[in-house]
């Protein structure tokens, strides 16, 4: 049978657009294996108070961009941490001293930036590091002053090999800026683990922060005693972490401004009597003592579920008046603690 020119032309034009479909199927396909193998989360925050309290531990790395603003007055304007402010301002005084001896040719000894962040969790050591690494912008020391946080879940793999890849992959995303590593000590298990990768996060990491010593601040956090034994299970970071700032647990009354921070900021309102069970409550939980306690992150729950609570108790009325929409009452504490 013998085909017509416009027969040819249309045969033509379908193999063409078959053609550029399986094309289009091919691309797609790589872009979706792009996708999936980008194993780093990235998120921003502009709340940074909030954001170190909202990071779960599913999550294996965060990314965030260093935000708008004095990081200086940030600093001062934290709830508490008087130690913590004096010792981050002493750092950045001795920063600046000594690159005005070294610009004027003065001998200058060798500085390391990284940091050893120890204290009970919710005691702001995740805030303070993001603010640490918008100073050393503001100082010249980086250049992006970003943070990348994460765990050991994010630089160990469960397979041989694998951890080495991880871990660099992780270095990446935090050259230029600051790598936050929190519970550090988990790297290292207690007792040491019958084939655990964590030393070999720990053997890149210290490469890496060699390497790329002039692009790489590290800040590890977690509880004094375990980052004790931590830091004196490897030469390597004893010799790389020698500046240890503590963070302390809140007092009653710095977690009664904590929340009455969230309060004002949500625009509600407490009552004095509500106020006077708050500040019971609070003193009782801390004398209890409690290691798991989670200082401020336990404020932000607590103001959570008492707006969750005055919803509860409020609906089904109709309206409401400003009075009631904003008031937490003593019976919304009570029943969020």
Known sequence: MQLTGKQLTTIIVAIAFIVMAIMTMVVGTDDDQSDDSEKVEKTESTDSLEKSSQN??????????PIEGDPYQELDELIGLGAVKDEVK???????????????????????????????PGTG????????????????ILKRGHTVETDRSGLVAEYMGQTAIKTNAVVDSALNGVLFIDEAYSLVPEGGAHHDYGQEAISTLLKRMEDDRDRLVVI??????????????????????????????YTADELVSIFHM????????????????????????IQRGDRNFGNARYAR???????QQQANRLSGKKQLTKQELTEITRADLEKSF
Do not use: W
């Not at 050591?125 to 912008?137: E, F, G, N, S």
């Open 56 to 65: 779960s531990r599913d999550t294996t790395v965060v990314i965030n961009k």
């Open 90 to 120: 002493s750092l950045a005084n001795f920063v600046r001293l000594q690159q005005q001896r070294q610009a004027k040719g003065l001998k200058t000894p060798k500085l390391s930036y990284h940091l050893v962040f120890t204290g009970s």
């Open 125 to 140: 050591k995740t805030t303070v590091a993001r603010i640490v690494a918008r100073i050393y912008k503001d100082l010249g």
């Open 220 to 249: 590890i956090a977690g509880y004094p005693k375990e980052m004790k034994r931590f830091i004196d299970s490897n030469p390597g970071l004893q010799s790389r972490f020698t500046r240890y700032i503590d963070f302390p647990d």
């Open 262 to 285: 969230y309060v004002k900021k949500n625009e509600y309102i407490i009552g004095s009597e509500a106020d006077r069970v708050l500040r019971e409550h609070l003193e009782e939980v």
């Open 301 to 307: 729950n607590l103001f959570e579920k008492c707006i």
